[in-house]
């Protein structure tokens, strides 16, 4: 069983346990309750404890991670491993990959690709996907290797997408998003929750536009949802109006990534360049690399909603 160790420093000299969970290392309240329920899951020198028992400057505090079954059959499918840690993993899922198992997507999910990757090796992780990436969004995906990794970590994330028509400089969409009456799946924009999208025009040609984008908010199909009410819906995006006769999915790809956590090791910025699907259809994209001078910006805005 793995311990995640911490030493107490002097400005935390009678906190309880829980104040320097949740106040320094960024741990949730439940999952705090969830290491009560593990024998041994909370030590302070070695010796299990309370939440509620008090901290000196010096003391080791400790948290057990038993090891937790995948959850998920494995599948033999790709996986394209960026970089890894014993708390997070990094990929660049492909297009027409879903994050989770859904109906009709029993064997073919990025979680079953993850439980093939670990069961190759021995090991077993219970891994939780820090965010969600729609199925035919291709690029970064993050996922925490146990519980506490995914409650203690802060994700900034841009993405690129190719929309209808040419758009210049930059902009923000600030229009609530809401299921559309009648529809399951398809949003429409003007009821609902609150959802901003803080966006930039980057290159452009043959009548489409490539934009990096920020999102302040994280609804379903945002992006989707808020170009096609700008008047400019993402190449591909048959489903919000945009055509189907340069590429067979929307263009949109997650290409930066950058995680933060108190309690963890985490890597510096990650790019992801763009598929080969997506180039072939817009051979004028730059390399990914090359439009991070215009992430600076989308960088005056408050952090994105994890």
């Known amino acids: 069983m793995r311990l995640l160790r911490y030493t107490v420093p002097p400005g935390w000299e009678g906190a309880s346990v829980k104040d320097f969970a949740q106040k320094r290392l960024g741990f949730s309240s439940r999952v705090l309750a969830q290491q009560k329920r593990i024998p041994g899951g909370v030590t302070q020198n070695g010796m299990p404890v309370f939440t509620t028992a008090r901290l000196h400057a010096g003391d ?16 033999p499918l790709p996986l394209a491993v960026l970089w ?17 198992p859904s109906p009709g997507h029993d064997r073919d999910s990025l979680l079953h690709a993850v439980a093939y990757y670990y069961g190759q090796t021995g090991q077993s992780h219970r891994v939780c ?25 802060a994700v900034e994330k841009r993405y690129f997408a190719v929309c209808q028509g040419g758009l210049s400089g930059s902009g923000t969409v600030d229009v609530p998003i809401g299921l559309e ?6 949003r429409a924009c ?16 043959n009548g489409h536009t490539l934009c990096a984008i920020r999102l302040e908010t994280g609804r379903t199909h ?3 949802a808020h170009f096609a009410y700008m008047g400019h819906p993402l190449a591909g995006d048959d489903l919000y109006g945009g055509s189907l006769a340069l590429i067979g999915r929307q263009a949109l790809h997650c290409g930066w990534l950058a995680l933060s956590s108190p309690a963890l090791a985490v890597p510096g910025p990650l790019t992801c360049p763009f598929p080969a ?15 991070l001078s215009c992430l600076p910006g989308l960088e005056n805005v408050p952090p994105n909603k994890k």
């Open 190 to 205: 003007g009821a609902g929750q609150r959802a901003v999208t803080h966006w930039q025009a980057v290159c452009a040609a």
């Open 129 to 153: 996907p820090l965010y969600r990436l729609d199925k035919d969004t291709s690029g970064l995906a993050a996922l925490g290797k146990h519980r506490l990794a995914a409650c203690a970590v």
């Open 84 to 100: 890894e840690s014993g708390d997070y993993l990094i990929v660049d899922k492909p297009a027409w990959m879903p994050m989770h």
């Open 277 to 291: 699907g997506l180039r072939a259809a817009f051979p004028w994209l730059p390399p990914v690399e090359q439009t």
């Open 222 to 224: 945002q992006i989707r």
């Open 60 to 75: 080791e505090l400790a948290f057990a991670l038993p090891e937790e079954a995948a959850g998920y059959p494995a599948a």
């Open 181 to 186: 009456p009648g529809s399951k799946i398809k």
